[in-house]
C-alpha cells in the first residue's frame, strides 16, 4: 500500500464486523469507506504536490482544524444549553459529563463571544442577563 493510501486508510478505518446496524449493510458501509478513502487519498496527493508538503502533515493539520472547530461548536452548544435553552439553563453536571468537561470548567468554557456567536446564529438574545454583565449586582 502506497504510503497515502495508508494515510487515508488510518483516516477512514473500516468498520468491524458486527458493528454495523443493520448487518446486511456492513458491505455497504465498507463500500462508502473505501470511497471514503480514494477521496481522501487524491486530496491529499494533490495537496501535497500543490503545496510542496508532506501528506502526513497534511493530514495532521487537517485534524487539528477539524478538532477546533468540533471545539468552537462545543462551547457555542455550552453556552446555548446554559444561556438560551428554556426558562432553566441545563445543568452543569450534565453537560459537563456529555461534553467531556469538568463541572467547573463549563463555566470558563464558553464566554461572551460564543455568546454573540450563537445569538447571531439562532436570531435571538440570551434567556437571562449574565452576571458578570448586569450593573449594580455587587
Same mark, same amino acid.
Given at each position: 500500500?502506497?504510503p497515502?493510501?495508508?494515510l487515508?486508510?488510518?483516516?477512514?478505518p +473500516?468498520?468491524?464486523?458486527?458493528?454495523?446496524?443493520?448487518? *446486511?449493510?456492513?458491505?455497504d !458501509?465498507? /463500500?462508502?469507506?473505501?470511497? %471514503?478513502r480514494?477521496?481522501?487519498a487524491?486530496h +491529499?496527493e494533490a495537496?501535497s504536490d500543490?503545496?510542496q508538503v *508532506?501528506?502526513l502533515?497534511l !493530514?495532521? /493539520?487537517d485534524?487539528?482544524t %477539524?478538532?477546533?472547530?468540533?471545539?468552537?461548536?462545543i462551547?457555542q452548544?455550552?453556552?446555548?444549553?446554559r444561556?438560551?435553552?428554556g426558562s432553566?439553563?441545563?445543568?452543569?453536571?450534565d453537560?459537563?459529563?456529555?461534553?467531556?468537561?469538568?463541572?467547573?470548567?463549563v463555566?470558563?468554557a464558553?464566554g461572551?463571544?460564543e455568546?454573540?456567536?450563537?445569538?447571531?446564529q439562532?436570531?435571538?438574545?440570551?434567556n437571562r442577563?449574565?452576571?458578570?454583565?448586569v450593573k449594580?449586582n455587587?
Open positions: 500500500m502506497h497515502i493510501e495508508e487515508a486508510a488510518l483516516r477512514h +473500516l468498520p468491524e464486523p458486527g458493528t454495523v446496524i443493520p448487518e *446486511d449493510c456492513y458491505a !458501509a465498507c /463500500e462508502q469507506i473505501l470511497e %471514503q480514494e477521496r481522501d487524491l +491529499l495537496a500543490d503545496q *508532506d501528506p502533515l !493530514a495532521l /493539520e485534524l487539528k %477539524q478538532k477546533e472547530a468540533v471545539d468552537a461548536q462551547r452548544l455550552l453556552a446555548y444549553g444561556e438560551f435553552h432553566r439553563p441545563y445543568g452543569l453536571e453537560l459537563a459529563r456529555r461534553a467531556g468537561y469538568s463541572f467547573s470548567g463555566r470558563t464558553y461572551e463571544t455568546i454573540r456567536q450563537v445569538a447571531a439562532i436570531g435571538r438574545e440570551p442577563p449574565r452576571r458578570d454583565t449594580g455587587r
